[in-house]
């Protein structure tokens, strides 16, 4: 889904007669005495309910395998900055730990703030980190062809996080109903993503 269609189908939310548009009629739209007014604030809107779709982890974990040379390394142990190694690095979830034909899902682990800090990898012995990414905000020049980079599901709620943002002084019966919905629909996203979580460490975590 692009930005311009996230705009298109708040807009459709929040006016019945808004009918057939394309994300393409984004900009000559923003310029409109009826719509330039919300659409002139949607990118804000947008970027708060990132944050908020961010903060309860319903956005799909990604993997990033550490290699020992990215550490500051001492004799006993190495230190991995998250943030620096990872560009979209948001919050660690889980460490899976490799040795041989062992495999453990849920391994043990020290933060130093944003440093993780692990014993020194032993030969045949691998660290993969399981993260919440951050999503990439948008900005007063992204156009409306811009594709936002989250699964469908995740997409299809935003638009709710918009109405009721942009409406909350102005209809605010309207916007309680919408940020409901919104809330709703991201717990059962967020529940969705700890259950397969919970499944993968369940079938594999007692190996080790």
Not at 15 to 34: K, M, Q, R
Not at 151 to 171: H, N, S
């Amino acid at each position: 889904m692009t930005l311009g269609e996230i705009k298109i189908e708040a807009l459709k939310l929040m006016f019945a007669e808004v009918g057939d548009l394309s994300y393409c009629d984004i900009e000559e739209l923003e310029n409109s005495l009826d719509y330039g007014v919300y659409l002139r604030r949607m990118n804000g809107s947008i970027n708060r309910a990132f944050g908020r779709i961010e903060n309860v982890g319903a956005v799909p974990y990604r993997i990033y395998k550490l290699k020992e040379e990215e550490g500051e390394t001492t004799h006993y142990y190495a230190k991995y900055n998250l943030p620096t190694l990872i560009p979209d690095y948001n919050r660690l979830e889980r460490l899976v730990r490799e040795k041989g034909y062992s495999y453990n899902g849920n391994a043990a682990y020290c933060m130093e703030g944003e440093t993780l800090v692990l014993p020194r990898m032993k030969f045949n012995e691998s660290y993969t980190v399981i993260y919440s990414p951050k999503i990439a905000r948008v900005t007063e020049e992204d156009k409306g062809d811009k594709i936002i980079d989250l699964p469908e599901d995740v997409l299809a709620i935003i638009p709710y996080f918009v109405k009721a943002d942009v409406y909350e002084e102005e209809e605010p019966s309207l916007s309680a109903n919408a940020r409901a919905l919104f809330e709703q629909n991201l717990k059962e996203l967020a529940r969705k993503q700890e259950s397969r979580i919970y499944a993968v460490n369940s079938l594999y975590g007692g190996c080790l």
